[in-house]
């Protein structure tokens, strides 16, 4: 299978995954030459990711994504894609619209926000596979986008 869904340390249910593949892959497509695609999400606790952020970053500062780029091949992508579902549900309740009262789609008691906060985050690491940065405010704009972007056409 060419895109892999896993979990580390958490229990955790990933809904959607044949329209998440599909969609992924089909974007990937769309945007780029690469022949073959091989990425893996695994989804963890903070605690999980802060280790692995302060084991081979050097960072000691909890993320809600790590990407690593497994291929220096132009025709062959290949990565891992580690996700903290804890920082997907603080994040959701920080960035949710205030009046919002919606439950949770994820399986762990929060808004139904936290869908689209877990679907911007996976897709922010494809798009850094693709080549986009968020180093500075400009990239950051144009990241985001793109992540919109995606967000609205798979819901559509």
Not at 54 to 73: A, E, G, K, M, V
Not at 93 to 105: A, E, L
Request: hydrophobic share 35%; with cysteine.
């Amino acid at each position: 299978m060419p895109i892999t869904f896993h979990t580390a340390d958490i229990k955790f249910s990933l809904r959607n995954k044949i329209a998440l593949r599909r969609f992924i892959t089909n974007q990937i497509a769309q945007s780029s030459n690469y022949q073959t695609i091989k990425l893996s999400f695994v989804f963890c606790s903070d605690e999980y990711l802060l280790s692995i952020n302060r084991q081979f970053l050097n960072h000691d500062y909890y993320t809600d994504i790590i990407t690593f780029p497994l291929s220096d091949s132009k025709e062959h992508l290949e990565a891992e894609i580690y996700i903290s579902i804890d920082r997907v549900k603080e994040n959701s309740q920080k960035f949710k619209p205030k009046n919002s009262k919606v439950k949770s789609k994820l399986n762990i008691a929060s808004p139904a926000d936290e869908l689209d906060e877990l679907h911007r985050v996976m897709f922010h690491g494809v798009l850094h596979l693709l080549g986009f940065k968020d180093k500075n405010k400009s990239n950051r704009l144009e990241m985001r986008k793109m992540e919109d972007k995606w967000i609205n056409q798979f819901k559509n």
